[in-house]
């Protein structure tokens, strides 16, 4: 196995992840064709086979097959093409597209999140293609579009089929082995009231006390919550984020809309979730004749988990800990990923990780440890060998 390890070579993986952030792939507005083709000609020239498929328009996934004496077992590798928007580009001491290499990081929009990943699987599998070693499964790497807003790529390639009896997905963990993700379910809430001359409340319904009431009361929701703890992701929570209300001041307000971030551990489903919020406003008198509410789902994202017990959890600590010395144990990843899809729609077992940290992930000065990504490509090698060899 050390010899295939050998074959990792450093250079290579540093200016590859330089080539990746070099590529813009920002999300929104999305566009992942020239970073899609330039990952497509590297698998095809590593001899593997290539497919590309578009979930809309403008928008492709790009499949590499490494095919093994058997179809089975078949461990999938996951990664996402596109990165969030740069912001404003005058606020980055480094120039976010140019994959600026400084003590010991590489710098640049993407560099955690996580094309430094995409590179320690691609050189991973460039190890495995060198040393010739016979693999007993298959391997598939799934580069996807739209992690980032929709999580549509890999929707699309679990609807084509695509199926494995492990998967890693490769976000930035800090090359701890994750089992749990967080989910989201993002509401508007709207409170319509009736509007009335200030000088004479009382004749006018006021929406803005009403969805004060309603605040508070999502506060209180919040410290109740607190007590409900995942082992690796602790509690869920929810937070008001934005509130609109009111034209005038001189007008009782019939109208106010605030949006809220809730976000949800495994075993809690988003349609629940929805309808204990929805009961909060209705004990609020949200069913009296004068008040009337609205509540929108803006966006929505289911947890998952992988129980720590599954073969891809422990293979994966061992590979850890023979790269870096320690067990990394296991832990959770706090934001939404593509893992969801992985889990609940194709029922892979799956981890999260990957080199990076998710402190870095949609940040100014965005970087990543080179160590960690050499580290990844080496950690990946070795899954490949113990899972598939
Ligand atoms: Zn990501």
């Not at 698998?43 to 086979?49: A, C, E, F, P």
């Not at 979930?55 to 590798?77: A, C, D, I, W, Y």
């Not at 492990?166 to 701890?176: D, W, Y």
């Not at 508070?216 to 109740?224: D, F, G, H, P, R």
Request: aromatic fraction near 6%; proline fraction near 5%; glycine fraction near 8%.
């Amino acid at each position: 196995m050390f010899s295939v390890l050998e074959k990792i070579a450093a250079d290579e993986i540093i200016e590859l992840t330089r080539q990746l952030i070099r590529i813009p792939s920002e999300n929104p507005p999305g566009g992942e064709g020239e970073i899609a083709e330039f990952i497509a000609e590297k698998l095809k020239d590593l001899g593997l086979t290539v497919r590309v498929y578009e979930f809309k328009p403008g928008r492709p996934s790009v499949v590499g097959l490494l095919s093994g004496v058997k179809e089975k077992p078949t461990l999938m590798f996951n990664g996402h093409m596109d990165t969030v928007p740069v912001g404003d580009k005058d606020l980055w001491s480094v120039e976010p597209f140019e994959g600026v290499l400084r003590d010991g990081r590489i710098y640049g929009r993407g560099a955690a999140d996580m094309k430094g990943a995409l590179a320690a699987m691609i050189a991973s599998v460039k190890a495995i293609v060198e040393s010739e070693v016979n693999l007993r499964g298959r391997l598939i790497l799934t580069f996807v579009a739209d992690e980032e807003v929709t999580g549509y790529g890999t929707r699309d390639l679990i609807r084509r089929g695509y199926r494995a009896d492990f998967a890693i997905v490769g976000e930035p963990s800090e090359l701890n082995v994750q089992t749990a993700h967080k989910g989201l379910l993002w509401l508007k809430v709207v409170i319509r009231g009736k509007a009335a001359h200030a000088s004479i409340p009382h004749q006018g319904v006021n929406a803005i006390y009403r969805m004060a009431d309603f605040c508070l009361a999502l506060e209180k929701m919040n410290s109740l919550l607190a007590e409900k703890k995942h082992a690796l992701l602790g509690p869920p929570t929810i937070n008001v984020g934005t509130i609109k209300g009111g034209i005038k001041t001189n007008i009782v307000p019939d109208y106010c809309e605030i949006t809220i971030d809730r976000r949800l551990i495994p075993g809690e489903k988003p349609v629940d979730v929805k309808r204990e919020i929805e009961e909060t406003l209705e004990s609020l008198g949200g069913k009296t004749s004068k008040l009337q509410t609205q509540v929108e789902v803006l966006n929505l994202a289911e947890p998952s988990e992988t129980p720590q017990d599954e073969l891809i959890v422990q293979v994966a600590r061992k590979a850890v800990r023979e790269v870096i010395g320690r067990d990394p144990g296991v832990t959770g990843f706090t934001a939404t990923c593509d893992m969801r899809f992985l889990v609940n729609e194709a029922g892979i077992p799956t981890i999260i990780l990957g080199p990076g940290s998710l402190r870095q992930a949609h940040v100014i000065d965005e970087y990543v440890e080179v160590e960690q990504v050499i580290n990844a490509a080496k950690i990946y090698t070795s899954i490949i060998l113990k899972t598939l060899s």
